[in-house]
């Protein structure tokens, strides 16, 4: 009885690749930095700009009345999540590509929580940009605490690629 032939490689072993200088890693530890700084303030503009449109929308749905306040409140409460979602995951996908870490959608979903948070109090002026009957308002945070929720998991518990 024989035993099968083993394939052998007669190409020489790749060697490793040289470890980066020292200036490459400064460099590299800078653009991770300001990518999470840049990622921080997109978290806070897109929460500015979630509160922005959820406060004009819930003004145009309240100035129609009838038929038309529903059609139109429907068409913004699907255009706002969807474009709450999308923005989300951008800002997602942003955050774990320039920091290369997992954990960095922390890095937009904090501040973007803290901004909605700060928006639902009233100022000294009397004004208040999430109000609690602001149905849209509302939905739209739902929308996005969950796809934040969602992204974070995701990036946390699926392993890494090997090409990483």
Known sequence: MT???????????????????RAERALDRAVR??????????????ALLDLIFATWAWETV?????GTQALVGI?????????????????????????????AVALAALP?????????????????ALAGDNVLGLALIVA????FAVLGFRQIVVPPTASR
């Open 3 to 21: 035993l099968p032939a083993v394939p052998v490689s007669i190409l020489p072993e790749p060697q490793p690749p040289a470890p980066p200088s």
């Open 33 to 46: 930095v300001a990518g999470g700084v840049v990622t921080v303030w997109a978290g806070v503009l897109a």
């Open 62 to 66: 309240q100035g129609r009345s009838g």
């Open 75 to 103: 068409g913004l409460v699907v255009a706002g999540i969807a474009a709450v979602v999308a923005s989300t995951v951008l800002l997602g996908s942003f955050a774990h590509r320039s920091t290369g870490t997992r954990w």
């Open 112 to 128: 973007w929580f803290l901004v909605i948070v700060v928006g639902g109090f009233r100022t000294t002026e009397g004004d208040l």
């Open 144 to 147: 996005g605490a969950v796809t």
